[in-house]
Structures are given as C-alpha cells and as structure tokens.
Antibody
C-alpha cells in the first residue's frame, strides 16, 4: 500500500522559515518524481514544487520561486520542502504527492498518490 | 488568478449527468495533456483522470474526460451523493514552466 506521510507543519511568524518532510513507502521511491501541492484556506489547489527521481531537476511555482526549495533523500525515501521568507499568503495545507508521467514531452505530470497534508500557519 | 478557467459551481440531481469544463490556451491545454482531481475538503485529493481521458484503476467509469483544442471537460454520469466535492483540472503551462490548476468547480448534488 502506498503511503505518504507529511510532517513539519506548524505556526511560524512572517519572515520565518520552516522545513516540511514527506516520507514515502509502498512503492519504488527511487524511480518516482515527487511534488508538493498546497491549498490555502478557502482557496483552490496550487502546485508548489516538484523534483525528478534523483533531485537533479526541480521545478517551483511562480509564487514560491526563490523562497522555497524542494529536495530529496532517496536513502530515506523522503522529500523535503525548505520554506524561507514566509508570508501570510503561504498559510495552507501542504500535500506531498507522487508525480507520474514526468519528463514526457506534452504530458502533464499527474499526481496519483497523495498524503493527508500538513498545516502551515504564518501569523504574528 | 489561474490560467485555466473553470465555472465556480455546478449542480445536479442523483442519476443525472453533469459536465465540468476547463478552458485554457494554446500554451497549456492546447499543447499538453489535462488531468482531473476530486477533492473533499479535509481529505487528500484524488486523481480521477490523467492524460486527457485515462482513468486510474479504481475510478468508476461514470467519470470520463475529454479534450478539444484549448478546452477540456470532465463528465460524471449517474450522479451520486458521494460525488459532491470540488473538482480541479490541471495542465502544464509552457510559459510558466509548471503545472497549473484551474480554480476548481464545486459540485453540489441536490
């Protein structure tokens, strides 16, 4: 059974930093691209970041570029999201997901397995 | 402000067929595949359709996807109360170089 378990969320002040983790099991993690998606209160889903299978290719959404960094440790079957310069607009539930169909021209990566999410609240 | 446009809401009665549309442009839907997700607030989103019209295993065939030009659609037939949820389209946007979600459509089963 595929399992994705996020952790690291919590309350942080504006301008602060936080590091989220996602530990995976039940599939071949070292062959899988992974992604972070978030949902702010009352808003829709927003794609945040993604990494290919070995971490040498990463993508970040325009609203987090330059502030967030995705990384992975295949020895621990884990991905991370380092979030810096946090603002109130970053308040959201952050979901970890497996991304299939990566690096195929014309194919949008699809997120076929998701974690339950971890809540990040940015507030003073 | 998403580059993909979805109607904010749609409704139907049990057993009815409803469609949810997603409108984009030549730089996203027009040149990349579309995926659809179902999301009940407080739970993990669920992949319904990938690569325009493919259903993952476990997704009922009541759900179907299609695409024409710069628009895509999700159809749900034989509507059930458990289908009440938010539905999102998603596609790669070439200029933004990333995945873009539509704003979401709230489906209400009357």
């Amino acid at each position: 059974e595929v399992q994705l378990v996020e952790s690291g969320g919590g309350l942080v002040q504006p301008g602060g930093s936080l590091r989220l983790s996602c530990v995976a099991s039940g599939f071949s993690f070292t062959r899988s691209a992974m992604s972070w998606v978030r949902q702010a209160p009352g808003k829709g889903l927003e794609w945040v970041s993604a990494t290919n299978w070995n971490g040498d290719t990463t993508y970040h959404g325009h609203s987090v570029k330059g502030r967030f960094t995705i990384s992975r440790d295949n020895s621990k079957s884990a991905i991370y999201l380092q979030m810096n310069s946090l603002g109130v607009d970053d308040t959201a539930i952050y979901y970890c997901a497996r991304a299939e169909g990566w690096s195929i021209v014309g194919t949008t990566p699809y997120l076929d397995h998701w974690g339950q999410g971890t809540l990040v609240t940015v507030s003073s | 402000q998403s580059v993909l446009t979805q109607s904010p809401s749609v409704s139907g009665t049990p057993g009815q067929r409803v469609t949810i549309s997603c409108s984009g442009s030549s730089s996203n839907i027009g040149s990349n595949t579309v995926n659809w997700y179902q999301h009940l607030p407080g739970t993990a989103p669920r992949l319904l359709i990938y690569s325009d019209d493919q259903r993952p295993s476990g997704v009922p065939d009541r759900f179907s996807g299609s695409k024409s030009g710069t628009s895509a659609s999700l159809a749900i037939s034989g509507l059930q109360s458990e289908d009440e949820a938010d539905y999102y389209c998603a596609t790669w946007d070439n200029p933004l170089n990333g995945v873009e979600f539509g704003g979401g459509t709230k489906l209400t089963v009357l």
